[in-house]
């Protein structure tokens, strides 16, 4: 039976990552991304996130979201620069809550969006070794995103004021402040 290690290869010291970004979680939004070396200077990162809550007062942010990003380190991986490239995908069922900054979303206080948005972008990004198995990680990505939705009048309402409506979105399209866990 052929192993997983034999299928894969070895995996050395600070070949794979595991981390979570902190300013996702400022918007109560769970989240763990994972991010393999591929190259010397290269690596995959997977990360998703949620938020099943509805808040007080029907204040809606659900959502889902998955966003692969293959890296480029410019001196070695999980350390200092990085440029990225990513994908971004996603459900959501936001409304009934204040505007916030690099929103889509006029109105979000009297309406509520529902539906789902595909797009990509590039980032830039830095590591900073903590300790041996520790980083802190910051990035920024800008991009572009198209979303397709119902809206409705009120974060309770089943009725849609728009039905089958599109938007397209250039803007900051990721946004982290990671605390990561190298093995």
Not at 65 to 85: A, D, K
Request: glycine letters at 12%; proline letters at 3%; a neutral charge.
């Amino acid at each position: 039976m052929l192993s997983m290690t034999a299928f894969i290869g070895k995996i050395d010291a600070q070949d794979v990552g595991i981390k979570t970004n902190l300013a996702y979680w400022a918007s109560a939004s769970p989240n763990l991304g994972l991010e393999i070396g591929l190259g010397k200077q290269t690596t995959l990162d997977i990360s998703a996130g949620f938020n099943p809550f509805t808040f007080s007062d029907g204040k809606k942010w659900k959502h889902w979201l998955v966003q692969p990003e293959l890296r480029y380190w410019t001196c070695e991986r999980f350390n200092g620069h990085f440029l990225g490239l990513h994908l971004i995908g996603g459900g959501f069922n936001i409304g009934n809550v204040s505007s916030f900054p690099f929103s889509m979303w006029d109105g979000l206080e009297k309406n509520r969006y529902k539906g789902h948005a595909l797009g990509g972008g590039i980032a830039y990004g830095y590591a900073w070794m903590l300790g041996k198995h520790w980083n802190l990680e910051a990035e920024v990505g800008v991009g572009y995103a198209h979303a397709w939705y119902d809206q409705y009048p009120c974060a309770k309402c089943s009725d849609a004021t728009l039905t089958d409506a599109n938007k397209n979105y250039w803007g900051i399209t990721k946004l982290a402040i990671s605390l990561v866990y190298l093995f």
